[in-house]
């Protein structure tokens, strides 16, 4: 079967873009490029959309045609949609999860539902159909059998579309060869196939295409085979499609249990967990990174993060807090780790006597989170792993500590000269990540003491040197994850801060206000749960991590 997107050009395995700080001289570029490719990508979508149409006319056409006198044609066919309005309730557990399909089962009389992910006729008796369902396969084979499988049913199994999905009632068998193209080392011979929902002929992409690695595409390339290489705007304007792959099952998968020990974790050490606004009258980070709206009559902005209202929640006495939300980023950042709109992860909690208590709750989240994907996605890691080869996380038990001075001392060892009062950009991150790991041993770790004049201004300063500050930022694999600190309580010194930084002090009066009634000392940390997955896993792109990405060009689908 054709696809689109056997005449695109791959941009997948190109290099990440330059680092945030140092890409203005090339945004407009950027742009500009994007744009055209955009365009194009459009004027692409426009043309399968019209043979998708044609195709279907096509197929409706001819359908009513195929049906021929079959005395076991109950045994297949297209399921009416009344049957499938809830028309009455049966037992679940009939089912059998592919996943789940095994050796042992040798002999029963299975049902399975997934999609036809391949068809293939080999003669007017036999058929195979591929069914997969959550990332696993299973090859079910369609054989005319006398008074049992008719012939009519093979020509049904074999003008399946490609992705329909199917329900399969048969017995399993077990093949004496190894099975390459299905995970399951199983077969099951079908006595009953019905599509429960028919895909269009023509598909933008073939999961197979999309699933396939970049060392599978070079070896076909070395022995004088071209194969479809699916590049990122396709898969992110076809996106419902390519999540179905293997290695995106496994990526979501993971994420969703990165999301599970942070709250469990936080529950655990007393932390409760709550829902902060995300239409809010002012900058929460300062900066002119803001979405900003009219909300009835008032100017309002999208929340840059849940930092000042985790904060007043810390003032009416919560404790220990803790949010997983969308944050909101205006930035017309085209790199390889920001997006306009992720995941937030935020911690807030009392201090009683030092900032470090903040990293203490970071170091044992983050191992006790780096050995629960471990242990527990096995499956997942693998399936990331084989279309997107990576080394599996190197961390210590006892997370490494060492101050932004120590980290700037290793980096004029090397060479690499650096502002000891200014931020680290994304080539100093990642040259100091790789001198921690030679010295170290290690790939995560925290950095702390920051310059005061590089972090936001609800940070409290150090107390020995005000050109630093009680904040940490924490990395993975030479980039940074997390940044934390220790907050200004006091609310004349908050003030005097959010002016410096230029925000408008009205605009967070009741923010700071909230200090005037009394406030603990606090701090706490933020962690963008996409670049987590990423980074994790070690993938280039941080639009593989986020579902449906927003950038400074994309807001659909």
Same mark, same amino acid.
């Given at each position: 079967?054709?696809?689109?997107?056997?005449?695109?050009s791959?941009?997948a395995?190109?290099?990440?873009?330059?680092?945030?700080s140092?890409?203005s001289?090339?945004e407009?570029?950027s742009?500009s490029v994007s744009?055209?490719?955009?365009?194009?990508?459009?004027?692409?979508?426009?043309?399968?959309?019209?043979?998708?149409?044609?195709?279907?006319?096509l197929?409706n056409a001819?359908?009513?045609?195929?049906?021929?006198?079959?005395?076991?044609?109950?045994?297949?066919?297209?399921?009416?949609?009344?049957e499938?309005?809830?028309?009455?309730?049966?037992?679940?557990n009939?089912w059998t999860? #592919?996943? +789940?399909?095994?050796e042992?089962?040798?002999? =029963?009389h %299975?049902l @399975?539902?997934g !999609?036809?992910?391949?068809?293939r *006729?080999v003669?007017?008796?036999?058929a195979?159909?591929?069914?997969?369902e959550?990332?696993?396969?299973?090859?079910?084979?369609?054989?005319?059998i006398?008074?049992?499988?008719?012939?009519?049913?093979?020509k049904?199994?074999?003008?399946?579309?490609?992705?329909?999905i199917?329900?399969v009632?048969?017995?399993?068998? #077990?093949p +004496?060869?190894?099975?390459?193209?299905a995970? =399951?080392? %199983?077969? @099951?011979?079908? !006595?009953?196939?019905?599509?429960v *929902?028919?895909?269009?002929?023509?598909?933008?992409?073939i999961?197979?295409?999309?699933?396939?690695?970049?060392?599978?595409?070079?070896?076909?390339?070395?022995?004088?085979?071209?194969?479809?290489?699916?590049?990122q705007?396709?898969r992110l304007?076809?996106?419902?499609?390519?999540i179905?792959?293997p290695?995106?099952?496994g990526?979501f998968?993971?994420?969703?249990?990165?999301?599970?020990?942070f709250?469990q974790?936080?529950?655990?050490?007393?932390?409760f967990?709550?829902?902060?606004?995300?239409?809010?009258?002012?900058?929460?980070?300062?900066?002119?990174?803001?979405?900003r709206?009219?909300?009835?009559?008032?100017?309002?902005?999208?929340?840059?993060?849940?930092?000042?209202?985790?904060q007043?929640a810390?003032?009416?006495?919560?404790?220990?807090v803790?949010e997983?939300?969308?944050?909101?980023?205006?930035?017309?950042?085209?790199?390889?780790?920001?997006?306009?709109?992720?995941?937030?992860?935020?911690?807030?909690?009392?201090?009683k006597?030092?900032y470090?208590?903040?990293?203490?709750?970071?170091?044992?989240?983050f191992?006790?989170?780096?050995?629960?994907l471990?242990q527990?996605c096995?499956?997942?890691?693998?399936?990331?792993?084989?279309?997107?080869?990576?080394e599996?996380?190197?961390?210590?038990?006892?997370?490494?500590?060492l101050?932004f001075?120590?980290?700037?001392?290793?980096?004029?060892?090397?060479?690499?000269?650096?502002?000891?009062?200014g931020?680290?950009?994304?080539?100093?991150?990642?040259?100091l990540?790789?001198l921690?790991?030679?010295?170290y041993?290690?790939?995560?770790?925290?950095?702390?003491?920051?310059?005061l004049?590089?972090?936001?201004?609800?940070?409290?300063?150090?107390?020995?040197?005000p050109?630093?500050?009680?904040?940490?930022?924490?990395?993975?694999?030479?980039e940074?994850?997390?940044?934390?600190?220790?907050?200004?309580?006091v609310p004349?010194?908050?003030?005097?801060?959010?002016?410096?930084?230029?925000?408008?002090?009205?605009?967070?009066?009741?923010?700071?206000?909230s200090?005037?009634?009394?406030?603990p000392?606090?701090?706490?940390?933020?962690?963008?749960?996409?670049?987590v997955?990423?980074?994790?896993c070690?993938?280039n792109?941080?639009?593989?991590?986020?579902?449906f990405?927003?950038?400074?060009?994309?807001?659909?689908p």
């Open positions: 079967m054709s696809s689109e997107s056997e005449t695109l791959s941009s395995s190109a290099p990440p873009p330059p680092s945030q140092e890409e001289s090339h407009d570029d742009k744009k055209k490719a955009a365009k194009k990508e459009a004027a692409k979508l426009e043309k399968l959309r019209r043979r998708q149409e044609a195709a279907a006319a197929s001819t359908s009513s045609l195929s049906v021929e006198e079959d005395p076991l044609s109950a045994n297949y066919g297209d399921v009416p949609l009344v499938l309005q809830s028309k009455a309730p049966a037992d679940v009939s999860e #592919v996943g +789940k399909l095994n042992a089962m040798k002999d =029963q %299975v @399975v539902r !999609r036809a992910q391949t068809i *006729s003669s007017k008796n036999m195979f159909v591929v069914v997969r959550h990332g696993f396969t299973v090859q079910c084979v369609i054989t005319a006398p008074d049992v499988v008719s012939r009519q049913m093979v049904f199994v074999s003008g399946l579309n490609r992705e329909s199917v329900d009632e048969g017995i399993v068998s #077990v +004496k060869d190894p099975i390459k193209g995970t =399951q080392q %199983v077969e @099951v011979q079908v !006595r009953k196939l019905y599509c *929902s028919k895909a269009l002929p023509t598909l933008p992409i999961v197979e295409d999309a699933a396939r690695s970049e060392i599978e595409i070079e070896k076909a390339l070395q022995a004088g085979e071209q194969l479809v290489r699916v590049n705007d396709t304007n076809n996106r419902v499609i390519d179905r792959t290695a995106n099952q990526i998968r993971i994420q969703s249990q990165v999301g599970t020990v709250r974790f936080l529950l655990s050490e007393n932390f967990e709550i829902h902060t606004p995300k239409l809010i009258a002012g900058s929460s980070e300062g900066g002119a990174s803001v979405f709206l009219d909300y009835k009559g008032q100017p309002a902005c999208l929340a840059q993060s849940p930092q000042l209202h985790k007043m810390i003032c009416g006495d919560f404790g220990r803790f997983i939300g969308p944050v909101f980023r205006a930035e017309d950042s085209f790199t390889h780790r920001h997006l306009c709109e992720f995941t937030g992860l935020d911690v807030e909690m009392e201090i006597n030092h470090f208590e903040v990293m203490d709750i970071v170091d044992r989240l191992v006790a989170m780096f050995d629960s471990n527990n096995e499956k997942e890691l693998e399936a990331v792993g084989r279309q997107y080869p990576f599996p996380l190197k961390y210590l038990r006892k997370t490494l500590r101050t001075e120590e980290g700037v001392q290793m980096l004029k060892d090397a060479g690499v000269e650096v502002d000891p009062l931020d680290l950009n994304t080539e100093t991150e990642r040259k990540g790789k921690v790991l030679e010295k041993g290690t790939e995560f770790y925290i950095l702390h003491r920051y310059p004049a590089v972090r936001p201004f609800y940070t409290m300063p150090c107390y020995d040197n050109a630093y500050s009680n904040s940490f930022d924490v990395f993975i694999r030479g940074e994850i997390i940044s934390g600190a220790q907050r200004v309580h004349e010194l908050l003030a005097e801060r959010a002016q410096g930084c230029g925000i408008d002090v009205k605009t967070i009066s009741t923010y700071i206000d200090f005037r009634y009394g406030a000392p606090h701090g706490g940390f933020g962690v963008g749960l996409e670049r997955v990423m980074l994790f070690g993938l792109n941080i639009r593989k991590t986020s579902l990405p927003r950038d400074p060009l994309r807001i659909a």
